[in-house]
């Protein structure tokens, strides 16, 4: 099994950037690439970025190209999303998530991922 815990979630004025981590612990060895996804009330889980865990090969969603930046630290075994220039409408719950056999380019359906973390929480104020 694999356990995902995820940080740095908050409050920040719109403009401003947020860092979030995704720890992950268990069985990383089976693990091919790292997604973040993000899920605002009333809506469904859309996909965000990914990256393939081995080579660092990253994909995005179209609309998040150039904000957002994935990356993963492999000897800590923690992946990251960098968002910055943060508008109001980016104000989601942000959740990683794994899967074990690679695909490429990585599946954007939430239900192609194996394992999840909690949810971070990210409010954008104007």
């Known amino acids: 099994q694999v356990q995902l815990v995820e940080s740095g979630g908050g409050l920040v004025q719109a403009g401003g950037s947020l860092r979030l981590s995704c720890a992950a612990s268990?069985?990383?060895?089976?693990?091919?690439?790292m997604a973040w996804f993000r899920q605002a009330p009333g809506k469904e889980r859309e996909f965000v970025a990914a990256?393939?865990?081995?080579?660092?090969?990253?994909y995005y969603a179209n609309s998040r190209k150039g904000r957002f930046t994935i990356s993963r630290d492999n000897a800590k075994n923690t992946g990251y999303l960098q968002m910055n220039s943060l508008k109001p409408e980016d104000t989601a719950v942000y959740y990683c998530?794994?899967?074990?056999?690679?695909?490429?380019?990585?599946?954007?359906?939430?239900?192609?991922?194996?394992?999840w973390g909690q949810g971070t929480q990210v409010t954008v104020s104007s």
């Open positions: 268990g069985r990383t060895s089976s693990l091919s690439t």
């Open positions: 990256i393939t865990w081995s080579s660092g090969v990253t």
């Open positions: 998530a794994f899967r074990r056999t690679i695909v490429i380019p990585p599946p954007t359906v939430a239900s192609r991922y194996d394992y």
